[in-house]
């Protein structure tokens, strides 16, 4: 793999748009999915950090924008798997899988959830996140056990599609989730917050 931005693409899907009626109805305009990932495995690289595929998947109801992020240290760009994809008022609904291996021995499975008012969620595998408390959620794969943490979030004004490990490096949360030491006394890696 080259160490260079691999395989940076911006797909936008229009997705049941609704048409505004005479009463001002609302609509969903669009749901969009930004992938990026970056990176090569040596002997000193963190995956999650300096190898990493990131996506963010970001719905537009009226006039105001709803996203979450998925970051993980899945390798291979295109191992985050959409298997179903419905945007239709008031909610979008995003299914998926996020696979650390070809034969799918590795994975774990996401719901996303974003609605025009209320309640936005992500589950993954059964367990259920409230994306009120953080837009970002962090996967790792260590010894074929995912882990996941859910962080406030990445500066939505990060352009997503050129992010490098360099906006990684500068995360705190980011570096100490996928680093293999403990974290400091006090600070847990897999707090699920509600």
């Given at each position: 793999m080259k160490s260079e931005l691999r395989n940076a693409a911006t797909v936008l899907f229009l997705l049941g748009i609704i048409v505004t009626g005479c009463h001002?109805?609302?609509q969903v305009t669009g749901l969009s999915v930004t992938e990026t990932g970056w990176g090569e495995?040596?002997?000193?690289s963190t995956r999650g950090v300096d190898l990493a595929t990131v996506v963010q998947y970001e719905v537009t109801h009226n006039d105001h924008k709803q996203s979450v992020i998925l970051w993980?240290?899945?390798e291979e760009s295109g191992s985050v798997k959409e298997g179903r994809i419905e945007s239709k008022y008031p909610e979008s609904l995003v299914c998926g899988d996020?696979?650390?291996d070809v034969a799918g021995k590795t994975m774990c499975s996401f719901e996303i959830r974003l609605?025009?008012?209320g309640r936005h969620t992500i589950e993954i595998d059964g367990r259920e996140y409230d994306l009120n408390n953080g837009n970002t959620i962090l996967f790792k794969n260590?010894?074929?056990k995912v882990e996941v943490?859910?962080?406030a979030g990445v500066d939505l004004g990060v352009d997503l599609e050129n992010a490098n490990s360099k906006y990684a490096h500068e995360n705190q949360e980011i570096v100490d989730f996928y680093s293999d030491n403990p974290p400091?006394?006090?600070q847990q890696n897999e707090a699920q917050r509600e």
């Open positions: 001002g109805s609302p495995e040596t002997e000193t993980s240290d899945v996020i696979m650390w609605r025009d008012t260590r010894g074929g943490k859910q962080i400091p006394e006090g």
